[in-house]
Antibody, heavy 121, light 108 residues
Framework: EVQLVESGGGVVRPGGSLRLSCAGS????????MSWVRQAPGKGLEWVSG????????GYADSVKGRFTISRDNAKNSLYLQMNNLRAEDTALYYC??????????????WGRGTLVTVSS | EVVLTQSPGTLSLSPGERATLSCRAS???????VAWYQQKPGQTPRLLIY???SRATGIPDRFSGSGSGTDFTLTISRLEPEDFAVYYC?????????FGQGTTVEIK
C-alpha cells in the first residue's frame, strides 16, 4: 500500500524541541521531493518546509526559518523535521506530503494522516 | 509571497447543484501552477486538480479546474453527498508555495 506515516508529535513546553519522522512505503521514495505542511486547530493549510529528492535543496517558510531543519534518509525511506525553540503558534497537526515530482516545490499527491504537536506551558 | 484569496468563504448548496469556487492570486501564477485539494472533517487533504486544470488520478470528472494568470476556478458540476467538504487552492509557481484560506461547501 502506498502510504506515509508520521510520528514524533507530542506536548512540549515553549522553547523546547521535537523531532518528527515520516516513513514512506509502497513507492520509490527517492523519486520524490517531500514536504511538511501543518494545520493549526480549526485553521487552513500552511507549507512549512520541503526537501528535494536527493536532499541537496531545501526550503523553509519564514515563520520557521532558523528554528526547523528538514532532512531525509532515502536508504530508510524516511523524512524528518527537527523543530527547535518551539512557540505556541507552532501548535498544529503536521502532515508529511509527497510532491508529484523530484522537487519539493510542486503539488502534493500523497499525504500522511499527520502527527499532532502541542506547544504549551 | 503570493497571497491566495478564496471566495466565497462558505457555499451552501443542495446535492445535484453546481458549485463554483474561486481562487484569486495577488500576482500572476507562473505556468498556472495551481492545485486544488479537498479535505473532509478529520481526514487528510486529497489532491483533486493540478496545473490549474489536470485532474488527479481517480478524481471523478464532475470536478474540473480552469483559469490562468491570477484567477482560478474549481467547478463541481453536480454535487454528490460526499463532496461536501473544505476546498483549498495552492500555488506553486513562486516560492514559497502558498495555500488559500479555504472554501467550505456545506449542505443547504
Amino acid at each position: 500500500e502506498v502510504q506515509l506515516v508520521e510520528s514524533g508529535g507530542g506536548v512540549v513546553r515553549p522553547g523546547g524541541s521535537l523531532r518528527l519522522s515520516c516513513a514512506g512505503s509502497g513507492f520509490t521514495f527517492n523519486d520524490h521531493g517531500m514536504s511538511w505542511v501543518r494545520q493549526a486547530p480549526g485553521k487552513g493549510l500552511e507549507w512549512v518546509s520541503g526537501i528535494n529528492w536527493n536532499g541537496i535543496s531545501t526550503g523553509y517558510a519564514d515563520s520557521v526559518k532558523g528554528r526547523f531543519t528538514i532532512s531525509r534518509d532515502n536508504a530508510k525511506n524516511s523524512l524528518y523535521l527537527q523543530m527547535n525553540n518551539l512557540r505556541a503558534e507552532d501548535t498544529a497537526l503536521y502532515y508529511c506530503a509527497r510532491s508529484g515530482y523530484y522537487s519539493y516545490f510542486w503539488h502534493f499527491d500523497l499525504w500522511g494522516r499527520g502527527t499532532l504537536v502541542t506547544v504549551s506551558s | 509571497e503570493v497571497v491566495l484569496t478564496q471566495s466565497p468563504g462558505t457555499l451552501s448548496l443542495s446535492p445535484g447543484e453546481r458549485a463554483t469556487l474561486s481562487c484569486r492570486a495577488s500576482q500572476s501564477v507562473n505556468s498556472n501552477y495551481v492545485a486544488w485539494y479537498q479535505q473532509k472533517p478529520g481526514q487528510t487533504p486529497r489532491l483533486l486538480i493540478y496545473v490549474a486544470s489536470s485532474r488527479a488520478t481517480g478524481i471523478p470528472d464532475r470536478f474540473s479546474g480552469s483559469g490562468s494568470g491570477t484567477d482560478f476556478t474549481l467547478t463541481i458540476s453536480r454535487l454528490e453527498p460526499e463532496d461536501f467538504a473544505v476546498y483549498y487552492c495552492q500555488q506553486y509557481g513562486t516560492s514559497p508555495g502558498t495555500f488559500g484560506q479555504g472554501t467550505t461547501v456545506e449542505i443547504k
